[in-house]
Nanobody, 127 residues
Framework: QVQLVESGGGSVQAGGSLRLSCSAS????????MGWFRQGPGKEREGVAA????????YYADSVKGRFTISRDNARNTLYLQMNSLKPEDTGMYYC????????????????????WGQGTQVTVSS
């Protein structure tokens, strides 16, 4: 059974940090592009960061560049998102997702690229 399980969300004050994890099972994690997405209140889901299977390609939304870092441990089938200098506008449900290909930034950060999703973890940043 294909499954993605996010963890690490929580409530933090502006300027704080959180580290999200996504544990994958039921598929060959190491050959999949993995991404982080978020959906804020009343907003559409948007791509935050993505990484190619071997890690050679990394994509970030402009809004998080320099603050968020995506990483993966293929031996542990786990994806991470280190979030620093958090802002209230970072508030939302964060999802990890898997896709077979993500050759470009548009693919990597595009919701329609991905066909496997986790259930999400909530991140709340207060001012």
């Amino acid at each position: 059974q294909v499954q993605l399980v996010e963890s690490g969300g929580g409530s933090v004050q502006a300027g704080g940090s959180l580290r999200l994890s996504c544990s994958a099972s039921g598929f060959t994690f190491s050959i999949y592009c993995m991404g982080w997405f978020r959906q804020g209140p009343g907003k559409e889901r948007e791509g935050v960061a993505a990484m190619s299977p071997g890690g050679s390609k990394v994509y970030y939304a402009d809004s998080v560049k320099g603050r968020f870092t995506i990483s993966r441990d293929n031996a542990r089938n786990t994806l991470y998102l280190q979030m620093n200098s958090l802002k209230p506008e970072d508030t939302g449900m964060y999802y990890c997702a898997a896709a077979r290909y993500c050759a470009t930034a548009n693919q990597g950060l595009g919701v329609s690229t991905y066909n496997t999703w986790g259930q999400g973890t909530q991140v709340t940043v207060s001012s």
